[in-house]
């Protein structure tokens, strides 16, 4: 209990059981009646009262062993009294049991406190007394009227709770306040700070907050102490609201609350986790005036902290020191703790610095604190570093510590020395947690380390650490890539383990199903949730609708989106958006829009994402006045364009050789302090060599690399198509070099571009190498490849590697084009070899393709040159 200083400590109540007695409401207190074998006096209440204790304690009587401790007067005292005593004892066995009778006698002794006492002891021990409420309260006034006996009516009061023989605290306010009016006594606060300690005491803390909200209703306030006590019980006991809504209810009285109280009920906020709330609670103690100490203010920060909210942390910080106290060791960690949550490594030094300088040294939480400061910032050697400073301060790290330096090597790619710390932990004698498990395993991944990784989920299976978030993130890990066999082999192992799926388990398996595009398998995985007593999510269905939406299945989408609907679960703004975008992307856009009408009207907030997916679908049609007029909508809206949208749209520009608008909207993006990503970059660069314009192509490209940003394949292949296409290709070999020096992988596209420009310079053997090298790696030729290699081969006059290639299309299922057929036809008329063109035309009509205008140009116009060579062969013979 809560005891400020200067009070008066009485009887501890440590540990006593906790009993509550709730007695009817009563007038009497009925009188004891015969013991059913006629031995003596038995206890009880009439039937009047049901409910209530059977009687006070009978340890009162005089002559009994508790009653020695209320006779608190010396041997001399009681021999000057003895006949008043005599009297009141002889009045006591004679007199009328009535209880109006028995309230005049104790009356008559209202200024003699200690013979009404003794009067009241004769009284009670006789068969037939009733002893009613207002008995006990004229009896209790009467004791308070000396200050002499008011020891005595404190502990009457308090054997009488312990003893259960006490009529409810309600009862009992209302009587006492009702005998001093009706008696003419004067209602003395102490009285009811006695019955809210004896409360208390008893382990009736219950029973205490009614008898205060009883004497609030009569106007009574008890002193400081008595409240702050009984506050403190209550945060004890757990009972942190009602202690909450007393102090409540104190402040709206207008009665002045002192520091104790206010310390109480904010440390009753931060058991509930409610830090604003104690923090107001200090604000409004400040503004009122009230005098502060050490402990509200060391409490107040504790809130701000455990908020976190490291400005008013140190804020208050500064203020406690202001006031003249010092903050303990305590404090200065927790601030620091809050700075480092919130990422302000800068502010958690400047306090340690603090801390020592006011004679504070740092504790294994502050350098821990650090260390994870240091590890969030990027600065991992000098948080090892003071990992080493350890030993010096004569501090052991412990499971924190390894924890703080395991997740913090793993996060800045130092998975090797998360190791070391793992297996120094082990060799202390401490045990890992699953969270460092999970740590390590991830770090190796994303090293893509997955060897090591799976003998650390071996080794935590072996000790029995590892859990369904272990393998979550395994599986995820298999998913992200693809690799759908090795992630179902794993989930067969976690069923084998006894490892149970949850919902997240589930999703995962789900969301590379879709990333794959294998959407049966995923809603085979779907199925399943229900046969394992699970219900899906919102998450689940957002998946699917997302997956069928990217296979080209609007249908199949949406039936997921309607059995979300139809299942009671809210779509998320990210579901919504999903089907808004799915429907754009699938050229469903009068149904996306009118979805999306729908939507607003039901409270749907559309964001910039959601106007993006529209703008994007215009653009896809190439309609941009609509895309534009999207974009002017957003804005009426209060909606700012973000980088995405000015990429969309400078992309929809370009593509349709709208140059000076695409210009444009990069200017104003510009203005607006956004900054160019990769992607905008390569729609523009993508746009400018469309227009063969490789001289701001090539600005764009130098201002990408001045903003920090790596070209990626797309912007690499835009560079070497617009070379390309000025029969540059010096250049272009030269942007081809450095994107091998930068290990960015070359793709079909950028083969074909290279082996055209090549073959079109006439670098065959170059452009050979090139397409040797691109198999090697295995990237399988399209139309398009097959289609410059025939073309360039049969101007070299190549045409029988420019037949093999046509082998090798069929080899690879490929089917030769007409363009193909008529560059090899044009090839052998060139030659004079008029069988073999005119067999290629009959097999381009045997696979079912039709001859265009220009195949039959060059079969007119090579037949023709046949016949004039015939007659001139002639002639000249």
């Known amino acids: 209990m809560y005891r400020p200083a200067g009070s008066r400590i009485l009887n501890s109540v440590a540990g006593r059981a906790f009993l509550r007695c709730s007695p009817a409401e009563c007038k009497c207190i009925c009188s004891r009646a015969q013991s059913p074998d006629g031995a003596g006096p038995a206890s009880g209440f009439s039937g009047e009262t049901a409910g209530v204790p059977e009687r006070f304690p009978s340890g009162l009587a005089e002559g009994s062993e508790e009653s020695s401790s209320l006779r608190d007067y010396t041997d001399d005292q009681r021999d000057a009294e003895s006949s008043n005593f005599e009297l009141a004892a002889s009045d006591g066995r004679s007199g009328s049991l009535a209880p109006g009778d028995v309230i005049e006698r104790l009356l008559a002794h209202r200024h003699e406190p200690k013979i009404a006492f003794v009067y009241f002891q004769n009284v009670e021990s006789r068969r037939g007394f009733v002893r009613s409420v207002d008995v006990l309260c004229v009896l209790l006034l009467v004791l308070m009227g000396s200050p002499k006996s008011k020891r005595r009516a404190r502990d009457f009061l308090n054997r009488a709770l312990s003893g259960g023989a006490i009529p409810s605290p309600s009862v009992l306010v209302d009587h006492l306040v009702d005998c ?71 402040i709206l009285r207008g009665r002045e609350c002192d520091h104790f109280a206010l310390h109480i009920v904010m440390q009753a906020c931060l058991k509930q986790v409610k830090p604003d709330e104690a923090e107001n609670y200090f604000r409004q103690a400040v503004a009122s005036g009230m005098k502060l100490d050490a402990a509200c203010y060391s409490t107040a920060i504790q809130a701000t902290c455990q908020k976190p909210d490291w400005r008013s942390a140190c804020l208050l910080l500064e203020d406690m020191k202001a006031n003249g106290w010092v903050p303990s060791a305590g404090i200065f960690t927790c601030v620091i703790g809050a700075c480092v949550k919130q990422g302000n490594l800068k502010e958690a ?33 000098t948080a090892l570093k003071l990992f080493d400073k350890l030993s010096e301060e004569n501090l052991v790290p412990n499971k924190v510590t390894f924890s703080v330096l395991i997740e913090g090597c793993c996060r800045n790619k130092n998975v090797e020395k998360a190791h070391e710390f793992f297996s120094q932990m082990k060799l202390m004698g401490i045990n890992p947690s699953v969270f460092n ?46 690799r759908m ?202 746009g400018f060599w469309r227009n063969k314009d490789m001289e701001s192509a090539c600005k764009l490209y130098s201002e990408l690399l001045e903003a920090g940003l790596s070209p990626n394949k797309f ?163």
């Open 437 to 482: 498990v999970n740590s390590l395993i991830r770090g190796y991944l994303d090293k893509n380390m997955e060897d090591e990784a799976f003998r650390v989920l071996e080794e935590a299976c072996d000790e029995s650490i590892a859990n369904v978030v272990t393998y979550n993130q395994l599986l995820s890990w298999f998913c992200n890539k693809s």
């Open 180 to 250: 001093a009016r009706k008696y003419d006594f004067e209602l003395q606060s102490g009285i009811f700070e006695y019955l809210l300690d004896s409360f208390t005491e008893a382990g009736r803390i219950e029973d205490a907050v009614v008898c205060y909200g009883t004497m609030a209703k009569h106007g009574l306030t008890p002193g400081s102490i008595t409240f702050n006590n009984l506050l403190a019980d209550l945060g004890k006991r757990n009972m942190v609201d009602e202690a909450r809504e007393l102090y409540d209810k104190m």
């Open 485 to 686: 066999n090795e992630a179902c082999s794993l989930w067969n192992k976690m069923k084998d383990r006894g490892i149970a799926h949850t919902i997240v388990s589930f999703n995962i398996m789900i969301c590379g199903y879709c990333r794959s595009g294998n959407m049966e398998a995923a809603t085979k995985i779907f199925s399943e949730i229900s046969e394992k007593g699970m219900k899906p999510n919102v998450i689940t269905y957002s998946l699917l609708t997302d997956g069928y939406f990217k296979s080209g299945d609007s249908i199949r989408a949406l039936d997921f989106f309607e059995e979300m609907v139809r299942a009671g679960i809210s779509p998320s703004d990210v579901t919504i958006n999903t089907v808004i975008n799915g429907m754009c992307k699938v050229g469903r856009m009068k149904e996306g829009k009118e979805m999306l009408k729908e939507f607003t009207d039901r409270g749907f907030i559309p964001t910039c994402m959601t106007y993006n997916s529209i703008l994007h679908g215009h653009v896809k049609e190439g309609d941009m006045d609509a895309a534009l007029s999207v974009y002017s909508e957003m804005q009426k809206n209060g909606i700012s364009p973000n980088v995405v949208t000015y990429t969309t749209l400078m992309d929809g520009f370009c593509k349709g050789n709208n140059m000076s608008l695409a210009l444009k909207m990069h200017k104003k993006m510009k203005s607006k302090g956004l900054k160019l990503d990769l992607t905008a970059y390569s729609a523009l660069i993508d």
């Open 349 to 381: 030094l400047r306090v340690k610095d603090e801390m020592i300088s006011s004679g504070r040294r740092m504790n294994l939480v502050v350098y821990t604190s650090l260390m994870k400061g240091y590890c969030m910032s990027g600065e991992l050697d």
């Open 715 to 877: 912007v690499y292949n835009s560079m070497l198509s617009g070379f390309r296409n000025l029969n540059n290709m010096d250049e272009a070999l030269q942007y081809h070099k450095k994107m091998v020096e930068e290990s960015i992988p070359c793709d079909l596209i950028t083969y074909t571009t290279l082996i055209d420009g090549l073959l079109k310079e006439g670098k065959l053997l170059m452009a050979t190498e090139f397409y040797t090298e691109m198999l090697g790696k295995g990237i399988a030729p399209d139309i398009a490849l097959y289609t410059a290699l025939v073309n360039g081969l049969c101007k070299k006059g190549q045409l029988n590697r420019a037949q093999e290639l046509l082998k090798e299309m069929d080899k690879n299922s490929v089917t030769p084009s007409v363009l193909i057929y008529n560059t090899m036809i044009a090839g052998y008329f060139r030659e004079g070899n008029l069988p073999k063109a005119f067999s290629l035309h009959d097999e381009m009509l045997d696979r079912g393709l039709v001859p265009d205008s220009v195949t039959y140009d060059i079969l007119v116009s090579g037949e023709q040159r046949s016949n004039s060579s015939n007659l001139a062969e002639a002639s000249l013979s």
